[in-house]
């Protein structure tokens, strides 16, 4: 960040909310408030558990031991444990109840007199999750950190982040417009959220009159939540059930301060609070360690073709400007966060560079020793990719099975 002072001074003896608060990028906002403003009053971190004392041991191993800590540990050295629980207060809950699921009534009453600041990042990010389970959390949990919100005292902004993909259609320079409820993406179909928390909640109850499997209920819910998506012009449930959670809060724009913050994918961290810190292989960082592994030797698709991603702490970065700088009237603007147009990066360079990468640095496989790789082939078109495999793996098998020889023994190529 080109200047800190005001963000430092927004926070100072400022109480926020963060829900989803052991999530990737959250732990990063955490590690980067207490750095960047100490006399931050409180940070109150939602995390899902039962009862207090779950929820304090889930921020004590998943939050407090990592990793980006160490330059808070260096400068506080035996305080620190003491200054981090002197800042950070856990609380048991679920974004998916209402009330956020806490249960200490007492507890519930501090957060909402104590609390200025929300930032809602609870969500459950698998693109093919279970259309019950997506609605619950990323619309539903949208409504009741809403409503929580519209009870806090003091509040002075909502900060929900949600995602670039919910536009994931368009292209190029576009105005980042709000979305509405009543109308779908492609604008053929009116979308009413009660009508798909009804139609999910029916789905569901006819699964269970009919004893189907806990497996059988998983598949049919997913398969679901992508027919809904797909039906409305959205091209996942992940992303559909954001899109819904944004137009909740849209409505409220008139009653409560709300900004939208919409990111592309993220990666491991620039700078801060070191270079390259990255928790869970997600999206992008698939490619990346399966090329690494000698997994991925084929990737159909334009090498020109340009992909967005932003590293981690400068979606933090953003975050915490928008907390700082967002007009305080209900203007409910969106701020979409992407690197693509000032900085795009096109496959073809992420190939280049991670072959650079792992063959000056190689994994190291099982038997100790390096694994070589070569540079990834990408087909353009599907001719080429049909012909590639049926070179590769459709030939070489067809002529194992001929010499009675078995196909489903690893066969290295």
């Known amino acids: 960040m080109e200047s800190t002072a005001g963000v430092a001074e927004r926070l100072r003896n400022r109480t926020v909310l963060i829900t989803g608060a052991t999530g990737f990028i959250a732990k990063l906002l955490v590690e980067k408030t207490l750095r960047l403003q100490p006399t931050v009053r409180r940070l109150y971190l939602l995390v899902r558990a039962?009862?207090?004392a779950s929820a304090t041991e889930r921020v004590r191993s998943e939050i407090m031991r990592l990793q980006i800590f160490q330059p808070l540990r260096e400068k506080y050295q035996e305080h620190f444990s003491s200054w981090f629980w002197d800042k950070v207060y856990p609380v048991a809950g679920d974004v998916s109840l209402k009330n956020l699921g806490i249960g200490d009534a007492v507890l519930a009453e501090d957060v909402l007199r104590e609390t200025d600041i929300i930032v809602h990042m609870a969500a459950a990010v698998n693109f093919r999750e279970r259309y019950d389970t997506a609605l619950?959390?990323?619309?539903?949990?949208?409504?009741?950190?809403?409503?929580?919100?519209?009870?806090?005292?003091?509040?002075?902004?909502?900060l929900l982040v949600s995602t670039a993909y919910v536009n994931g259609k368009e292209s190029g320079i576009m105005l980042e417009k709000p979305l509405q409820q009543y109308r779908s993406y492609d604008g053929q179909s009116d979308l009413d959220i009660s009508g798909e928390m009804a139609l999910?909640?029916?789905?569901?109850?006819?699964?269970?009159?009919?004893?189907?499997?806990?497996?059988?209920?998983?598949?049919?819910?997913?398969?679901?939540?992508?027919?809904?998506?797909?039906?409305?012009?959205?091209?996942?449930?992940?992303?559909?059930?954001?899109?819904?959670?944004?137009?909740?809060?849209?409505?409220?724009?008139?009653?409560?301060?709300?900004?939208?913050?919409?990111?592309?994918?993220?990666?491991?961290?620039?700078?801060?609070?070191?270079?390259?810190?990255?928790?869970?292989?997600?999206?992008?960082?698939?490619?990346?360690?399966?090329?690494?592994?000698?997994?991925?030797?084929?990737?159909?698709?334009?090498?020109?073709?340009?992909?967005?991603?932003?590293?981690?702490?400068?979606?933090?970065?953003?975050?915490?400007c928008v907390i700082s700088y967002h007009p305080r009237d209900h203007s409910c603007l969106i701020y979409h966060i992407g690197s693509s147009i000032r900085n795009p990066l096109e496959i073809g360079d992420l190939i280049q560079i991670m072959f650079r990468y792992f063959s000056k640095k190689p994994f190291v496989g099982a038997d100790g020793e390096g694994i070589k790789v070569k540079q990834l082939i990408m087909p353009a078109t599907m001719a080429s990719f049909y012909e590639h495999m049926d070179i590769h793996y459709k030939l070489p098998l067809q002529d194992m099975a001929r010499h009675g020889l078995s196909t489903t023994d690893e066969y290295d190529i």
């Open 50 to 52: 039962g009862e207090q």
């Open 136 to 158: 619950a959390v990323n619309t539903m949990g949208v409504k009741h950190v809403i409503e929580i919100a519209s009870r806090c005292t003091k509040l002075e902004l909502l």
């Open 200 to 320: 999910a909640e029916a789905k569901l109850k006819e699964l269970v009159c009919k004893n189907a499997s806990e497996d059988n209920i998983r598949r049919a819910m997913k398969k679901i939540g992508i027919q809904r998506a797909r039906k409305f012009g959205w091209m996942s449930t992940y992303v559909f059930t954001k899109a819904m959670g944004e137009m909740l809060a849209y409505e409220q724009r008139m009653r409560l301060p709300i900004a939208i913050i919409r990111p592309t994918s993220t990666t491991s961290t620039w700078k801060e609070p070191f270079p390259g810190w990255i928790e869970g292989i997600k999206t992008i960082d698939t490619w990346v360690t399966n090329y690494g592994k000698g997994i991925l030797k084929v990737l159909p698709g334009d090498v020109a073709t340009v992909i967005d991603i932003v590293p981690a702490d400068i979606v933090v970065n953003a975050m915490l």
